[in-house]
């Protein structure tokens, strides 16, 4: 790591790289909390990137742990920027990557940014969610696509690949979806409203007419091997300026075909008997669940706690408040004896896709619980990738014809 790494991942202020300097120079010491995590981290990085040539550059925006850049790393891409604010986060991503991203992307001027060919970014969601209060560009967090607008206006990549949750598709009855792609396809951006909160770079950037080629589809986790019944909105786009305007790409892109293979919550949980017990949740909390459920079937709706075991086939969407008490997704134990438990930071890693040599334990089980519930499925991504991949490798023969 750099200074300026170490001094992040280990939590220290302004002037951290003259501290780790001091302490290199032997003008005073590390306090023992400050040894104790230096001892803590990780030397051994699983998915640090190849130095040698890529096939292609890409960036890695609103990076959250990286789930959205393993797949394209893996197949032959070369993360040259990334950025997340969360400063958990980034010690996750650190530990697996070997580098710590930029901070805050409305901080970072565009032009700062190394040219790349594609474009990543699961942008913030809570603004659409259904969890959230579905405010969308009138919450600070759903503008974060305006940041995203204003690199591929100024960067110009050859392609992109976008994320959010599937109630974007719905919001304002679909008006705010169309929003977007009509910004990135070129189309009456002089509509968008003046109130709508944003960076004056944003806004400046509006004016630069994008030229991309749009589709959009919505994917569910468990349609590709992965028992979780999670829905996410995924939008790819391919850059007309550069690949010419007598390409039509709804003839080389489509989406992948799920391959819908049934799915097996047992498959990603660890052995009851081994989980340490402290995932298993208090009796004063399951009664509290059950009461809930109890007057939530009373009202007649569905509300409460989920309660899944082995053979479940899948479970449902992990979110980012799965740490609070662990309702939308409890493990039952009754054939050991034992009361509902929370899934482990590694059954959640495993839940969303990750390779089992992904390093969870960089973070607290708190911060690592609203980690992998605010990122993507792995596997879903990889399929997406291998499209978009192909359709960038078939226009670019097109294109020098």
Not at 96 to 123: M, Q, R, Y
Not at 178 to 206: F, H, K
Request: aromatic share 10%; net charge neutral.
């Amino acid at each position: 790591m750099t200074q300026l790494e170490l001094a992040l991942s280990l939590g220290l202020k302004e002037n951290g790289e003259r501290t780790i300097s001091g302490w290199e120079r032997g003008e005073h010491k590390p306090s023992a909390s400050k040894l104790q995590m230096l001892a803590e981290i990780q030397t051994h990085t699983p998915f640090k990137q190849s130095v040698t040539k890529s096939a292609f550059t890409f960036i890695d925006l609103f990076a959250g742990i990286g789930g959205i850049r393993l797949p394209y790393q893996q197949a032959g891409g070369h993360c040259i920027f990334s950025s997340e604010w969360d400063k958990f986060a980034q010690k996750t991503y650190a530990a697996n990557f070997g580098e710590l991203p930029s901070g805050d992307i409305t901080k970072i001027a565009a032009n700062s940014i190394p040219d790349h060919d594609v474009l990543l970014g699961g942008f913030p969601c809570q603004s659409f969610s259904q969890a959230g209060l579905k405010l969308g560009f009138s919450d600070t967090r759903g503008t974060m696509f305006f940041e995203i607008q204003r690199i591929i206006a100024q960067k110009r990549p050859k392609a992109f690949m976008l994320e959010n949750v599937k109630q974007l598709r719905g919001h304002e009855k679909g008006r705010t979806l169309q929003s977007i792609l009509d910004i990135l396809e070129g189309r009456n951006v002089q509509e968008i409203s003046a109130d709508i909160p944003m960076s004056e770079d944003a806004r400046e950037a509006l004016s630069n007419r994008l030229n991309y080629q749009v589709f959009y589809s919505v994917l569910r986790a468990a349609d590709f091997g992965v028992p979780q019944n999670r829905e996410r909105i995924f939008i790819v786009g391919f850059n007309r300026d550069y690949y010419g305007e007598n390409i039509d790409f709804s003839q080389l892109f489509t989406w992948p075909t799920p391959p819908c293979t049934p799915t097996r919550v047992g498959d990603i949980l660890e052995n009851s008997l081994c989980i340490d017990d402290k995932y298993t949740i208090s009796e004063k909390l399951w009664n509290g669940h059950r009461r809930r459920k109890e007057e939530h079937l009373n009202k007649g709706n569905g509300f409460g706690y989920s309660l899944f075991t082995r053979n479940s086939s899948y479970t449902n969407t992990l979110s980012a408040r799965y740490y609070k008490d662990g309702s939308e997704i409890l493990v039952d134990q009754s054939d050991i004896g034992k009361l509902p438990r929370k899934l482990t930071p590694r059954e959640c890693a495993k839940l969303q896709g990750f390779p089992d040599n992904y390093i969870v334990n960089a973070v607290s089980d708190v911060q690592a619980y609203r980690q992998f519930g605010n990122s993507v499925t792995v596997p879903v991504v990889r399929a997406v990738a291998t499209q978009l991949l192909a359709t960038m490798q078939a226009a670019e023969a097109l294109r020098k014809g």
